[in-house]
């Protein structure tokens, strides 16, 4: 079993910043990639930004410049570092991981529940 926590949501006012974790624990091998994702009302969840294991990142449009994304592997950690934030940026922010399990040595993707993020104009 693998879990993701996600934190670092809330209110923030247009132009501001703000810094989301994702914690990965359980029996956890190692994670070969990690995402975020992002779902706003009345709209289809999109990916915002990832990183494989050797540091590869890759950004929608939307966002390239503005977020960054980042990982500890010794903690199992994910992070999303988001400037300039705008309206159109609101919306409930998902990890997603890639994660290689111990025993079985198995891969699978695992969601964590989401946080929201909501920025005032």
């Known amino acids: 079993q693998v879990q993701l926590v996600e934190s670092g949501g809330g209110l923030v006012q247009a132009g501001g910043s703000l810094s989301l974790s994702c914690a990965a624990s359980?029996?956890?091998?190692?994670?070969?990639?990690m995402s975020w994702y992002r779902q706003a009302p009345g709209k289809q969840r999109e990916l915002v930004a990832s990183?494989?294991?050797?540091?590869?990142?890759n950004y929608a449009d939307s966002v390239k410049g503005r977020f960054t994304i980042s990982r500890d592997s010794a903690k199992n950690t994910g992070y999303l570092k988001m400037n300039s934030l705008k309206s159109e940026d609101t919306a409930v922010y998902y990890c997603?991981?890639?994660?290689?399990?111990?025993?079985?040595?198995?891969?699978?993707?695992?969601w964590g529940q989401g946080t929201q993020v909501t920025v005032s104009s």
């Open positions: 990183i494989t294991s050797s540091g590869s990142t």
């Open positions: 359980g029996r956890i091998l190692s994670i070969n990639a």
């Open positions: 997603n991981a890639r994660v290689r399990v111990r025993i079985t040595l198995a891969e699978h993707d695992y």
